[in-house]
């Protein structure tokens, strides 16, 4: 296109600038054709298999100096979470056919729906589309229940490592031993183990951290009721201000369990049918 804007809008410069670009195509069966163009023969076919859903998983690269260099507290920094997930919410905005999006900690996945035909279901096009700073991978899901227990394991983390990593600077920042210390002190120890640390020595009840800390964070598309007011026109030619309500898509977050059945009840529309 480049090439033939350059020809239509004329002028000699331009002109003498793409006439030498010509003479590396042919014409066959009026189509321009490179005799480079068997390098595309080189690339290799990453379309994800069809009636699976994609899942696009990206986590954090070298964010450890990020966090440095932004003075993020530890073990968790509310602006960095609330980064990530404004960023995601994001992603879901743009890319539509994303039907539920789950993040902890440095890392986010995005789901695509099982018939999504987005970039031709090509891999290297979706992950590249969701990633930026973030080291990203494709996974594909064929079942319901398979995309679930992967969220569940996802959540499952984070809920393991939040454990650990309160338990870990709280040693570090209110018990006042180094990093090599509290690592060693947790070093075999259970989940059981780590609550009774915090209760027992700094009167800390885990069970009361945010959820956002112990659940991580989901974003799921919602219907929303929106009411605007508009100025409308009377056959008089009067205008009267008239308030109207509408429903909308929204991208909505829950810090809620989704590895119980309770969530996916109460959002069967996430889901596409096994039998499809």
Known sequence: MLFGKACIFGGRARYCVVKPLAC??????????????????????????RNCYIVVRLDGRNFHKFTEQHKFAKPNDNRALGLMSRSARSVM?????????YGQSD??????KRTSTWFKRRASKLMTHVASHFDGRVVLYPSNRNLKDYLSWRQA???????YNTVFWTLVQKGGLTTAQAEERLKGTLAADKNEILFSEFNINYNTEPAVLKKGTTLIWEKRDETVTKCMKLPNAEEKEMTVTRSRRRVQAHHCDVIGEQFWEEHPDILEDDNC
Do not use: P, Q
Not at 28 to 48: H, I, L, P
Not at 157 to 163: E, T, Y
């Open 24 to 49: 590396l195509f042919t014409t066959s069966s009026n189509m321009a054709k490179s005799k480079f163009e068997y390098v595309r023969n080189f690339e290799t076919d990453d379309t994800c298999l």
């Open 157 to 163: 983390d984070c809920h393991v490592n939040n454990l």
């Open 93 to 101: 905005e743009e890319l539509e056919d994303i039907v539920i999006a």
């Open 107 to 112: 890392e986010f996945s995005f789901v695509f």
